[in-house]
């Protein structure tokens, strides 16, 4: 089954919840497939969308952690 056909299954019975880090933009760079392009256009139909504009708590604490050793001021 592909993407965008479990997309609108589910679609069509219930919400969807889908989160990412990267602005509508950069989505080109991660969907370079034509049916995952289509499957993106069917997640974002009649969408809310919320931007937070805020950065990933995961990504910087990840990051801290593994500079923390190397660290030291």
């Not at 969807?16 to 289509?38: K, M, P, V």
């Not at 969408?47 to 990051?63: D, E, M, N, P, V």
């Amino acid at each position: 089954m592909l993407l965008f056909q479990i997309i609108t299954a589910r679609g069509e019975r219930a919400s969807i919840a889908c989160a990412s880090n990267a602005a509508f933009s950069e989505w080109g760079a991660t969907f370079t497939d034509l049916r995952l392009a289509a499957a993106v256009d069917r997640l974002t139909f009649n969408a809310h969308i919320t931007r937070t504009g805020t950065k990933s708590y995961r990504l910087g604490t990840s990051r801290a952690a593994k500079a923390w050793p190397y660290d030291i001021d």
